[in-house]
C-alpha cells in the first residue's frame, strides 16, 4: 500500500460517487413531475428532503462501496480478482497504481463537477454575508414574547428565518407598525418553526444539490411550499384559529406586494405566488391527511444498497468497467 495507491483510489471513488449522483438525479427528473400529479397522496417536507438527498445519498454509497471493497481485495481479505479482469483500472489498492484512474475525460469531469459545485454555492454564501453585515451595522434586537428576533429596519413587512448552524428570526420595522400583537406571535411562531427545524440550512443544502446535477429547483420549491404549510399549521397546533392564521398571511402578503422590493427581500424573504398562497390558504381551511414521510427514498435507497452488498463482486467490476470507460 503507498500513497500514490490510496491517492488514485480516493479519485476513483469521487469520480464514481458523482457519476452515480448525476444519473440519479437525471432518473429523478421525470420522476419528481409524476409524483406531484398523484393525485390522492401528500408529500410531506420530510419526503421531499429525503427525495432531494437521494442523489448525494447513493454517491456516498458508491463511494463507500469503492473505498470499503478495494481495501479488502487489495489487503488481502477479500479474493482478488483483477488479474481476470485485464484492461482497465482495477479497485484495488495492490494494483490500482498499474493502471490508474487517470486520463482526460475523468479529469474532466471531476474539475467540472467541482467546479459547477463551488459555483452554485457561491451565491447562497455571498447572500449569507451579505445579511451579516447589514446585521452587525444597521440591526438592533427587538425583545419579544416568545423567541428573540433581530429587528431590521424598513417600511416593507418582512419576517424572515436566516443563518445555517444557528439560525436567527428577523422582521423588520415594517411588521411590527402592520400587525397586532396577536398577528405578530402567529409570525413568531411560524418563523421558530423554520429556526427549529434549521430551514435555512436544509433550504441551501437542496439548492446546492439542486443546481449542481439538474440545474434546477424543483425538489426545491416543492420543499419550501410543504414547509410554508407546515409552519402555518404549528400555529394552528399552538391554540390559533385557522382563520386568524390564514388572514394574517394574507395581510403580510398582500403588503409586501404594495412595497418597493428590497435587496433583503429579494434575497431571504420570498413572495408566494397565488399559486403557493391559494395553496397554503386552502392547507389551513381544509388540512389534508397524513402525508407521505421519507419512507420511499429511504426505501429505494436501502434496496440499492442490498443489491450492492449482495452482488459485491459484479457490482466491483462494473465500476471498474466505466473507469475504463473514462481511461484514454
Given at each position: 500500500m503507498s500513497w500514490d495507491s490510496l491517492f488514485h483510489l480516493a479519485q476513483a471513488a469521487l469520480l464514481l460517487g458523482l457519476l452515480a449522483a448525476w444519473s440519479t438525479a437525471f432518473l429523478q427528473t421525470p420522476l419528481t413531475g409524476r409524483l406531484t400529479r398523484w393525485r390522492g397522496h401528500s408529500f410531506s417536507s420530510r419526503f421531499w428532503m429525503g427525495w432531494g438527498l437521494l442523489p448525494a445519498s447513493v454517491a456516498g454509497l458508491i463511494a463507500t462501496f469503492v473505498l470499503f471493497f478495494a481495501t479488502?481485495?487489495?489487503t488481502g481479505w477479500l479474493t482478488d480478482h483483477c488479474l481476470s479482469h485485464a484492461g482497465h483500472p482495477h479497485l484495488c489498492l495492490r494494483h490500482i497504481s498499474d493502471l490508474p484512474p487517470g486520463g482526460g475525460a475523468a479529469w474532466a469531469l471531476?474539475?467540472?463537477?467541482?467546479?459547477?459545485?463551488?459555483?452554485?454555492a457561491r451565491t447562497p454564501?455571498?447572500?449569507l454575508i451579505?445579511?451579516?453585515k447589514l446585521r452587525q451595522g444597521h440591526s438592533r434586537r427587538h425583545s419579544a414574547s416568545g423567541p428573540s428576533v433581530r429587528l431590521l429596519p424598513g417600511d416593507r413587512p418582512l419576517a424572515f428565518t436566516v443563518g445555517t448552524l444557528f439560525p436567527e428570526i428577523c422582521w423588520t420595522?415594517?411588521?411590527?407598525r402592520l400587525l397586532q400583537e396577536d398577528e405578530r406571535e402567529i409570525?413568531?411562531?411560524h418563523e421558530e418553526t423554520h429556526r427549529r427545524h434549521r430551514d435555512p440550512l436544509k433550504a441551501l443544502v437542496l439548492y446546492i444539490l439542486q443546481k449542481s446535477l439538474t440545474g434546477g429547483e424543483a425538489i426545491l420549491s416543492h420543499w419550501r411550499q410543504r414547509r410554508e404549510e407546515e409552519c402555518d399549521l404549528a400555529c394552528v397546533e399552538r391554540g390559533h384559529h385557522p382563520t386568524q392564521v390564514a388572514a394574517t398571511v394574507l395581510k403580510m402578503q398582500r403588503a409586501a406586494s404594495l412595497s418597493p422590493a428590497t435587496p433583503i427581500s429579494?434575497?431571504?424573504?420570498?413572495?408566494?405566488?397565488?399559486?403557493?398562497l391559494r395553496r397554503r390558504i386552502e392547507n389551513l381551511l381544509e388540512p389534508p391527511g397524513d402525508s407521505l414521510g421519507p419512507g420511499l427514498p429511504v426505501l429505494l435507497l436501502s434496496l440499492l444498497g442490498a443489491a450492492v452488498i449482495l452482488e459485491a463482486p459484479f457490482t466491483h467490476?462494473?465500476?471498474?468497467?466505466?473507469?475504463?470507460?473514462?481511461?484514454?
Open positions: 479488502l481485495s487489495g471531476l474539475i467540472l463537477g467541482a467546479g459547477r459545485i463551488l459555483w452554485v454564501l455571498l447572500q451579505a445579511l451579516r420595522e415594517g411588521v411590527v409570525v413568531l411562531i429579494l434575497h431571504y424573504a420570498r413572495s408566494c405566488d397565488p399559486h403557493e467490476h462494473f465500476l471498474e468497467t466505466v473507469l475504463g470507460w473514462l481511461t484514454f
